[in-house]
């Protein structure tokens, strides 16, 4: 069966510092995979997605995510983390290629410090 | 332009009632799926519609649980004799008509805030 795993429950960080999310994913097709961030009282916002082609993906708010097919990882990088990144992160994959049914992580909560 | 929308944001029923939550997709949206969220879970798909086809209630974890899609718009999740282990937030989504991730159909999944289900 498919699934998800971010390993990591909560992370803190310094602002300014650099930020990396993991994810892993057992699947056994290619898989289309997504982050999706969800602020307090927010829905979940989606920062980037990979279908195929170039394995480093570009998001919003200066995220970037490396689909690594070896390690069936998809990890979310940022390379300086501001205040405003406290929330917690969802990486997802779509179950079965064009049936919509993500399966998300557990999520991994954000913490950054001043 | 308004985003998805869920009411109430936060419902409080003892066990054994019923409850309906409703979700409002974005406008033009065909694709409209609810979700479950529970403390320390991750979120769990229960229900897909997608236009005028049956939808997908695959998800749904008992019979207790149903939804329907009026007019291709609005959605209620419904549910009945409501346990506590039904305590979570509750999340829709809406998304224009899903294709191949490899044209330009494929489209993301844009959420609702929430509705927060507390079951006493």
């Known amino acids: 069966a498919q699934s998800v795993t971010q390993p990591d429950i909560h992370i803190t960080v310094s602002e300014g510092a650099s930020l990396e999310l993991r994810c892993n994913y057992s699947?056994?097709?290619?898989?289309?995979l997504f982050w999706y961030v969800q602020s307090p009282g927010q829905g979940l916002q989606l920062l980037l997605k990979?279908?195929?082609?170039?394995?480093l993906v570009q998001g919003i708010k200066g995220f970037e995510a490396e689909f690594k097919r070896s390690q069936s990882s998809f990890n979310l990088r940022k390379p300086s983390v501001h205040w405003s990144d406290a929330a917690e992160y969802f990486c997802?994959?779509?179950?079965?290629?064009?049936?919509?049914?993500?399966?998300f992580g557990t999520g991994t909560r954000l913490k950054v410090l001043a | 332009g308004a985003g998805v929308s869920q009411s109430p944001s936060n419902k409080v029923t003892e066990k054994g009632k019923d409850v309906e939550l409703r979700c409002d997709p974005i406008?033009?949206?065909?694709?409209l799926y609810w979700y479950r969220q529970s403390l320390g879970q991750g979120l769990e798909f229960l229900i897909y519609?997608?236009?005028?086809?049956?939808?997908?209630k695959s998800g749904l974890p008992s019979d207790r649980f149903s939804a329907e899609r009026t007019g291709g718009s609005v959605s209620t999740l419904t549910i009945q004799r409501t346990q506590q282990e039904d305590s979570a937030v509750y999340l829709c989504?809406?998304?224009?008509?899903?294709?191949?991730?490899?044209?330009?159909?494929?489209?993301?999944?844009?959420f609702g805030p929430g509705t927060r289900l507390t079951v006493l």
């Open positions: 989504a809406s998304s224009l008509s899903p294709g191949l991730a490899g044209d330009v159909s494929y489209n993301e999944q844009f």
């Open positions: 406008s033009g949206h065909t694709a």
């Open positions: 997802a994959v779509d179950a079965t290629s064009g049936t919509y049914k993500y399966i």
């Open positions: 699947y056994g097709a290619t898989p289309y």
């Open positions: 519609f997608q236009g005028n086809s049956a939808p997908d």
């Open positions: 990979y279908f195929s082609g170039d394995t």
